[in-house]
């Protein structure tokens, strides 16, 4: 599903124009993406958190040349799923 669909879904489902469900549906994600950038946690109940994790410096291998190459340390986003999307993902009790 893309963010376009997700936008005309909602707008269906709510009846309100597509161009204010955009408007919601972008501020929600900036706010997401605003939330992991200050190293916050988002936590949406029944649905999974979003965290960001750090990974260490490495070193890795040039797959064309196996000359090897110095990997710097990033932060990277990481979604975990809650029990309650895992059960529904295989029909289990959390079905609606």
């Known amino acids: 599903m893309t963010k376009a669909e997700l936008v005309e879904l909602i707008a269906q489902r709510t009846g309100v124009s597509k161009k204010d469900t955009g408007i919601v549906v972008n501020l929600i994600l900036e706010n997401i993406g605003g939330a992991l950038t200050r190293g916050d946690k988002v936590e949406l109940r029944g649905f999974g958190s979003f965290k960001v994790k750090s990974r260490r410096p490495r070193q890795a291998r040039n797959p064309r040349t196996g ?8 932060q990277v986003p990481y979604f975990k799923a809650s029990n309650e999307l895992k059960a529904r993902l295989n029909g289990g009790a959390g079905d609606e």
Do not use: E, L, N, T
């Not at 000359?67 to 990033?74: E, H, I, M, N």
């Open 67 to 74: 000359d090897s190459v110095a990997v710097p340390p990033k």
